[in-house]
């Protein structure tokens, strides 16, 4: 189990994340994807990114890095430790 804490939140017309601190990460700013309404968006770069401000909120939970594969090589929902072809039912 991993504890992040919320320093940024981002909004844009397609997705809202978050950046966050406690969490070893090879890119720049560290973040969560936390809702998209586009299979395909991936990239956080396009989003208005503010500093969180308001009371600590604290994230709780196991992490799991999802690849970055074209978005018909898997299904969104699928995590990158299943196979490709046992996602879908």
């Known amino acids: 189990m991993c504890c992040l804490r919320v320093v940024t939140i981002a909004r844009g017309e397609h997705a809202i994340a978050v950046g966050v601190l406690g969490v ?27 500093p969180w401000d308001k009371e600590a909120l604290l994230l709780k939970g196991q992490l799991k890095e999802w690849p970055m594969a074209k978005p018909d090589d898997r299904p969104a929902h699928q995590p990158a430790d299943q196979p490709a072809d046992q996602g879908a039912t």
Do not use: E, M, Q, Y
């Not at 090879?26 to 208005?48: E, F, G, Q």
């Open 24 to 50: 070893p990460c090879a890119d720049r700013n560290p973040h969560i994807l936390l809702a998209t309404d586009r299979p395909d968006h991936r990239s956080v770069k396009d989003l208005d990114w503010k």
